[in-house]
């Protein structure tokens, strides 16, 4: 029965040891800590009731809003009409990709290999099928054309990027 009294107490005293460790390191740590935090003492964040604020007493900076890069949004509809593998219509207006070289929708092209493949109409396809993703963004780079050049990202990646066998078709 001793022997079980003695362990109990060399078991307290070791938690009592590490709780008093534990409690002494954080009292050091929190008094070198140079962060300055939000505390029942700090001004008041949050309110339950409208509160006038006087900028001028503010000494917050004042960032401008970020503007959106890509602020045409298409949205596959009807609206949406490919003409050719860098050009389509959308909403009544022409846009054409910018770096893209238009391959004619009904072009034949020979393979390496001596294989013909409609790569017109491949190419046609292929830009077809990346603006009807949901999530099409462009930019117009030239603005004065008849035929709006625009850079556009699909799903955030370039859709020229996404399209590379059109460069190589021909």
Known sequence: ????????????????LVTA????SSGWAQETSSNRRLDIR?????????VRIDRSA??????APATDPYPLKLQATRRLHVIDNSTFRYDGSDFRLAGVTPVE????CVTGEGLRQACGLKAFKALDNALRSPHVECRVVMPEAATREVECVVDGSDLRNLLPQLEAAG
Do not use: N
């Open 1 to 16: 029965m001793l022997a079980l009294l003695d362990l109990l107490a060399r078991l307290a005293a070791a938690i009592l």
């Open 21 to 24: 460790g534990i409690a002494l």
């Open 42 to 50: 700090s001004e008041v964040v949050w309110t339950q009731v409208p």
């Open 58 to 63: 503010q000494t917050y900076e004042r960032i």
């Open 105 to 108: 929708r009904g072009r034949i």
